[in-house]
């Protein structure tokens, strides 16, 4: 079974409530269920839509400070976790941030060589 990135966040609230804040499985405290709901509003917000990448993959930062913390923290705990709970997902989310960084990394070197190309051009061109 595939998630989408919603349904992996709220996983991974879940899984770091219960491990930090010892709530039943499928439960939120307070805190947590407010980042949560911080969460679904950015993301109803990305301009990226449903292409949005993993938020550690975005050049767009959209939380605000507090809010990015707080999600590092349930992210730094819950993904190594991620592995024992649902390995799918787990590998699902690894091979995407790799080929992610992979495709990027091909832009940028497509990137580069384009204008190196129009700056020899300029320079014979003068």
């Not at 990305?46 to 590092?72: A, L, Q, T, V």
């Not at 923290?73 to 997902?89: E, H, N, Q, S, T």
Request: one cysteine or more; charged letters at 40%; aromatic letters at 8%.
């Amino acid at each position: 079974m595939q998630r989408n990135d919603l349904s992996t966040v709220r996983f991974m609230i879940e899984l770091y409530c219960r491990g930090r804040h010892k709530t039943e499985k499928g439960k939120l405290c307070k805190d947590c269920e407010e980042l949560w709901e911080y969460v679904k509003f950015r993301r109803s917000k990305c301009p990226f839509g449903d292409n949005k990448p993993f938020c550690s993959n975005c050049r767009i930062h959209c939380y605000k400070p507090e809010m990015r913390e707080r999600i590092k923290k349930v992210m730094r705990y819950a993904g190594p976790r991620m592995i024992f709970y649902d390995p799918r997902l787990a590998i699902s989310h690894v091979v995407q941030t790799v080929k992610r960084k992979r495709d990027e990394k091909k832009q940028a070197k497509k990137k580069a060589g384009a204008e190196k190309l129009n700056k020899s051009g300029e320079d014979k061109a003068k």
